[in-house]
T-cell receptor
Framework: KQEVTQIPAALSVPEGENLVLNCSFT??????LQWFRQDPGKGLTSLLL?????REQTSGRLNASLDKSSGRSTLYIAASQPGDSATYLC?????????????FGKGNQVVVIP | GAVVSQHPSWVICKSGTSVKIECRSL??????MFWYRQFPKQSLMLMAT?????????EQGVEKDKFLINHASLTLSTLTVTSAHPEDSSFYIC????????????????FGPGTRLLVL
């Protein structure tokens, strides 16, 4: 069974600092890994998707890396802003279970202090 | 990106009543939709996969008679929580798969905004 762990569970940083969020998964046989953002009481917004053959993806201030063999991904957010305050969820898509469904971590809850 | 809506956004009900939650794909037809449940500070847990025109596939431990899923059209799936109890209070999120993306590694899902259910 695939297990996804996100560390730290929560963190607060002053505005302008870089954020580093970690995700680990137990089964390296994945199709892809995806980072989502979830605001309180809201649904999920996809941020970055990394295919299993890729090492990283970048979008603006966001950069996500993937080391499939070690079961790790890191989301970097450069020059954090108060608007980056949210919960960031990591999810891996695993094969062989019918609908190729996503396995989610519990999230990294981020507060950026102005 | 594609839009998925849910209605209602929040609901409070008395124990023993039934609650229906709607999930709609607004600008694409979704043959497959997923229902998740999220408890505070926990990860999203897949409850069931809803396929248009056929019976839903439930995850282990999810009671199909308690969580009724109907996917009668290509843009609408409903989740009915029957005889709700306080332990059913949770955040329910649906997701719709974009057609033609169920191939290896390219599947695309869009998530709804969620429905907060509080059972008193």
């Amino acid at each position: 069974k695939q297990e996804v762990t996100q560390i730290p569970a929560a963190l607060s940083v002053p505005e302008g600092e870089n954020l580093v969020l970690n995700c680990s998964f137990t089964d390296s046989a994945i199709y892809n890994l995806q980072w989502f953002r979830q605001d309180p009481g809201k649904g999920l917004t996809s941020l970055l998707l990394i295919q299993s053959s890729q090492r990283e993806q970048t979008s603006g201030r966001l950069n996500a890396s993937l080391d499939k063999s070690s079961g790790r991904s890191t989301l970097y957010i450069a020059a954090s802003q108060p608007g980056d305050s949210a919960t960031y969820l990591c999810a891996v898509r695993r094969p062989g279970e019918g609908n190729n469904r996503l396995a989610f971590g519990k999230g990294n809850q981020v507060v950026v202090i102005p | 990106g594609a839009v998925v809506s849910q209605h209602p956004s929040w609901v409070i009900c008395k124990s023993g009543t039934s609650v229906k939650i709607e999930c709609r794909s607004l600008d694409f037809q979704a043959t497959t939709m997923f229902w998740y449940r999220q408890f505070p500070k926990q990860s999203l847990m897949l409850m069931a996969t809803s396929n248009e025109g056929s019976k839903a596939t439930y995850e282990q431990g999810v009671e199909k008679d308690k969580f009724l899923i109907n996917h009668a059209s290509l843009t609408l799936s409903t989740l009915t929580v029957t005889s709700a109890h306080p332990e059913d209070s949770s955040f329910y999120i649906c997701s719709a798969r974009v057609p033609g993306t169920s191939g290896l590694g390219v599947e695309t899902q869009y998530f709804g905004p969620g429905t907060r259910l509080l059972v008193l």
